[in-house]
């Protein structure tokens, strides 16, 4: 009989990261659909999984960072005009 060790066992920090890693892979592959789709009501529908799987991702995220496995640190305002000049900014 096979023993079971707890190395065979994922841990909450490896179950967290997979589930980060697939959040963002789902993310993209639904972005993608959304951009392709040519139906209105479909489209809409692919949005609104879309929206989802990004508040998913940011539960997921929130949970690392506050477990202290993901460093996070909020932008200064060089960082925020840099974007702001490399992108350019939104019209109200």
């Known amino acids: 009989m ?3 060790k707890d190395a065979d066992y994922f841990g909450d920090r490896e179950i967290l990261t997979d589930l ?3 959040e963002k892979q ?4 639904y ?4 951009n392709e789709s040519t139906g209105e009501a479909f489209g809409r ?21 506050k ?4 460093k996070s640190k909020n932008a200064g305002s060089q960082d925020i005009e840099m974007v702001k000049k ?6 109200d």
């Open 2 to 4: 096979y023993a079971i």
């Open 20 to 22: 980060l890693l697939s």
């Open 26 to 29: 789902l993310s993209n592959s």
């Open 31 to 34: 972005n993608n659909s959304v």
């Open 45 to 65: 529908i692919l949005e609104d999984i879309l929206n989802k799987t990004h508040s998913m991702r940011r539960d997921v995220l929130e949970a690392m960072i």
């Open 67 to 70: 477990r202290g496995w993901i």
């Open 86 to 91: 490399r992108f350019g900014q939104p019209k």
